[in-house]
């Protein structure tokens, strides 16, 4: 079965980074498009950035742009969010989704549990 494991996830101070980590297991990871969300509290869910199956495109949501960076290790069958320059609004709990065959970062279908950020002084 289709399991999604993040990890990385912690107390940052702003300003900070942090990195997290998905690791896909039950399907062909490098075949499918992945996709970052999350959710901050009292909030909806965000969709924050994708990239497609062979890592060569990624997509991010204007209010990550230029600070979170995407990637994927195909032979790990892992994907990366790289979080820089991190803001008190970045808190939230942060799930990993898989997307669709190909290019479709956003035929998200199977959810990970989360990995919670907060960043704080």
């Known amino acids: 079965q289709v399991q999604l494991v993040e990890s990385g996830g912690g107390l940052a101070q702003p300003g900070g980074s942090l990195r997290l980590s998905c690791a896909a297991s039950?399907?062909?990871?490098?075949?499918?498009?992945m996709s970052w969300a999350r959710q901050a509290p009292g909030k909806g869910l965000e969709w924050i950035s994708g990239?497609?199956?062979?890592?060569?495109?990624?997509s991010y949501a204007d209010s990550v742009k230029g600070r979170f960076t995407i990637s994927r290790d195909n032979a790990k069958n892992t994907v990366y969010l790289q979080m820089n320059s991190l803001k008190p609004e970045d808190t939230a709990l942060y799930y990993c989704?898989?997307?669709?065959?190909?290019?479709?970062?956003?035929?998200?279908?199977?959810w990970g549990q989360g990995t919670q950020v907060t960043v704080s002084s």
């Open positions: 989704a898989k997307g669709g065959l190909g290019k479709k970062m956003l035929a998200t279908d199977y």
């Open positions: 990239i497609w199956s062979d890592g060569s495109d990624t």
């Open positions: 039950g399907f062909t990871f490098s075949l499918y498009a």
